[in-house]
C-alpha cells in the first residue's frame, strides 16, 4: 500500500474529507476559512465520482429541475446570503433572492466555490479522485484507504458521503425484473423508454416529481401513476413574501429551531415524532418550487399524472416502476464500502431509532465499544437523528461552522506544540 504523505508529527494539521458533493465543498471553504498561517490545514478531498461540487443532488442538468429553497437561503457562506446570487450576477445570470434557480447552476456554483476558495498560507487543497473504502487507526491518527492501494494519513476525517439509494423492495424486483428501477438515480433507466406508455412512480415526494416532469417530455403520451402509503404531495413554496401569517412562514419560523427542539425531547417523545408526526412536517417543510408546483398542477389536471395510494395500484400492470421512495439510512450495508468497513470495525452504529449513525456533537460517531472517535466528524444524511434537519444546504452550512471551529482549534494546538518541540 502506498501512503501518500509521511506520517511524522503532522503539521500543518491533516484534514481527508471523504466525498465531494455539496456538504464537502461547503466544508473545505469553511475550513480554510478558519485556518491561518499561523494554524494552517492541508486537505484532501476524496471523491469517487469525476466532478467536485453537484454531488447527487445537483448533477441534474434538467432545465425543470430547480432548487427546493429560495437562493438567498442557499450560499454557500455562512453569513453572507447575497453569495449565490452575487454569483449568478457575474455571469449574466440575474436571481432573486426568493428565486429558485435550476439545480445545474447550482452544482456549478458549488464546483466554482471550490474552484475559487481563498486558501490561506501554508495550508493546502489536494483532489483525489478515488474511492475510501477504509478507515483504520494508526498511532498518529488515522490512514484513510483508497480503492487504488493508496492510503491517505490524517489527523481528522470528516465523512460527507451523502445519502444510499431508496429503499430496496425486493418483491417488486423479484416480479417486475427490469421493468424495476430500484435507483432512478443512478439506473441509466431512459435508453429503455422504446415502447413504454404506463409508468410507476413509487413514492410521491421531490423525486417523483422530478422524474414526473422528466417523463412528461421523454414520453409525450405516456401515462403517469404515483402512488405512495398515505398518496400525500409536498407543499409548495409562494414567491411573493408573505406577511407572517402564512403557514409557511410559522414552519419555516420553527424550522430554525427545529434541532433545538429535537435534542430537547425525551427519547420516547423523538421516537413518537419520529413515527406519527414526522411525515406532516417533512410535507410542509422540504417544499417544491413554484415552478414545480405549477408543472404538478398542469400535469395533474390534464391528466398526465394521477396519485394515488399503494394498495389502489397494481405494479405488474405498468411497462416500468420507478423507486422514488425515500434514502435508506446512512449505516446500511451494502451501498458505500467505506461504510460496510467502518461498521465491520465497530467505529459506527446504528442511531438507536434507526435514522442514521449514533452521533454526540459535534458529530463524531459513537464506538461500538462506546468510545467517541473525536478525530472523526459526520456531514449531511448521516446525522439524523443526532438532529432532525440535517442535509439541506442551511443545515450543511451550519455544520461546515461547527467543524471548522473544531478544526481551528486542533490546528492552533498542532501549532502551540510545534512552537514548543522547536523551543
Ligand atoms: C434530488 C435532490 C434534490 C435536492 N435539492 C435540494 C435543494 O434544492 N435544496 C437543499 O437545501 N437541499 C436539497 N437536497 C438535499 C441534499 O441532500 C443536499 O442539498 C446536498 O446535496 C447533500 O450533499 P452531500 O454532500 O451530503 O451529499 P451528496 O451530494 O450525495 O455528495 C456525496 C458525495 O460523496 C461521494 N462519496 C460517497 N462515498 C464515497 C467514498 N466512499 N469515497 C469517495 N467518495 C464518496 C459521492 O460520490 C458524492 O459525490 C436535495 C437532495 C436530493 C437527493
Not at 464546483?111 to 489536494?126: M, N, W
Not at 465499544?369 to 444546504?393: H, M, N, P, Q, Y
Request: proline share 7%.
Amino acid at each position: 500500500m502506498t501512503i501518500l504523505r509521511s506520517s511524522t508529527r503532522r503539521q500543518p494539521l491533516q484534514v481527508v474529507v471523504v466525498g465531494g458533493g455539496a456538504a464537502a465543498v461547503i466544508a473545505a471553504l469553511h475550513l480554510f476559512q478558519r485556518a491561518t498561517p499561523a494554524a494552517p490545514v492541508d486537505v484532501h478531498l476524496v471523491e469517487r465520482s469525476p466532478g467536485v461540487g453537484p454531488g447527487l443532488a445537483y448533477r441534474t442538468d434538467h432545465p425543470r429541475h430547480t432548487v427546493n429553497n429560495f437562493a438567498e437561503r442557499l450560499s454557500a457562506v455562512d453569513g453572507d446570503p447575497g453569495h449565490l446570487i452575487r454569483w449568478c450576477a457575474a455571469r449574466g445570470m440575474d436571481l432573486g433572492a426568493r428565486s429558485f434557480p435550476t439545480r445545474k447552476v447550482y452544482g456549478q456554483y458549488l464546483t466554482s466555490v471550490l474552484d475559487e476558495v481563498a486558501v490561506p498560507d501554508g495550508s493546502s487543497l489536494r483532489r483525489v479522485r478515488d474511492q475510501a473504502i477504509d478507515l483504520h487507526r494508526t498511532e498518529e491518527g488515522w490512514q484513510t484507504v483508497l480503492a487504488s492501494g493508496s492510503a491517505i494519513p490524517a489527523d481528522k476525517v470528516v465523512l460527507a458521503l451523502g445519502n444510499p439509494p431508496a429503499h430496496p423492495q425486493p418483491h417488486l424486483q423479484q416480479e417486475l425484473g427490469d421493468r424495476f428501477v430500484a435507483d432512478p438515480w443512478t439506473a441509466d433507466w431512459r435508453p429503455a423508454l422504446a415502447g413504454v406508455r404506463r409508468v410507476l412512480l413509487l413514492g410521491t415526494g421531490l423525486t417523483m416529481l422530478d422524474l414526473a416532469v422528466e417523463l412528461e417530455h421523454l414520453l409525450p403520451r405516456g401515462e403517469l401513476v404515483a402512488a405512495s402509503r398515505r398518496g400525500r404531495l409536498p407543499a409548495a413554496h409562494v414567491v411573493e413574501p408573505t406577511d407572517g401569517s402564512d403557514w409557511r412562514d410559522a414552519v419555516d419560523g420553527v424550522r430554525g429551531f427545529a434541532n433545538q427542539l429535537w435534542a430537547g425531547l425525551e427519547p420516547e417523545d423523538q421516537s413518537r415524532f419520529a413515527s406519527t408526526y414526522a411525515h406532516g412536517w417533512d410535507l410542509h417543510r422540504h417544499r417544491m418550487s413554484p415552478a414545480m408546483s405549477h408543472h404538478l398542477t398542469r400535469l395533474r389536471d390534464n391528466g398526465t399524472l394521477v396519485v394515488r395510494t399503494v394498495p389502489e395500484v397494481s405494479p405488474g400492470e405498468f411497462d416500468l416502476v420507478l423507486n422514488c421512495t425515500g434514502p435508506r439510512p446512512v449505516p446500511t450495508r451494502g451501498w458505500n464500502p467505506l461504510v460496510d468497513a467502518m461498521l465491520e470495525r465497530g467505529l459506527v452504529r446504528p442511531h438507536r431509532l434507526g435514522l442514521g449513525v449514533d452521533l454526540v456533537q459535534p458529530g463524531h460517531p459513537v464506538a461500538d465499544d462506546e468510545e467517541v472517535l473525536t478525530d472523526l466528524f459526520w456531514l449531511g444524511s448521516a446525522r439524523k437523528g443526532l438532529e432532525w434537519e440535517v442535509a439541506a444546504i442551511p443545515d450543511l452550512r451550519a455544520q461546515a461552522v461547527a467543524l471548522a471551529g473544531v478544526v481551528a482549534t486542533a490546528a492552533e494546538a498542532a501549532a502551540d506544540e510545534r512552537t514548543r518541540v522547536l523551543r
